[in-house]
Nanobody
Framework: QVQLVESGGGLVQPGGSLRLSCAAS????????MGWYRQNPGNQREMVALITSVGSTNYADSVKGRFTISSDNFKRTVYLQMNSVKPEDTGVYYC?????????WGQGTQVTVSS
């Protein structure tokens, strides 16, 4: 079982920046993909960005060119640099890992973009 802890959420003004962090622990050896998802009340959870063990990345169209996913120690940490944020980026952001041990989620961190 993988445990995930997110941090870095908060209130940011439109056009500003925020950096989310996620720390993984537990059965991390089989993690193949790390990523970020977000959700708003009444909406489905949507993929924001993914990174694989070989460094390949994938982004939702709505965040391309503004958000960057990275990891300095794959399977242990993953980050989401959010630049030029918009009100529609508001939501609860969840860290996610996928691998042989299954699909794991963090508890989520709230990001609110508002002036």
């Amino acid at each position: 079982q993988v445990q995930l802890v997110e941090s870095g959420g908060g209130l940011v003004q439109p056009g500003g920046s925020l950096r989310l962090s996620c720390a993984a622990s537990g059965s991390i050896s089989s993690i193949a993909i790390m990523g970020w998802y977000r959700q708003n009340p009444g909406n489905q959870r949507e993929m924001v960005a993914l990174i694989t063990s070989v460094g390949s990345t994938n982004y939702a169209d709505s965040v391309k060119g503004r958000f960057t996913i990275s990891s300095d120690n794959f399977k242990r940490t993953v980050y989401l640099q959010m630049n030029s944020v918009k009100p529609e980026d508001t939501g609860v952001y969840y860290c996610n890992t996928k691998g042989l041990s299954g699909n794991s989620w963090g508890q989520g961190t709230q990001v609110t973009v508002s002036s």
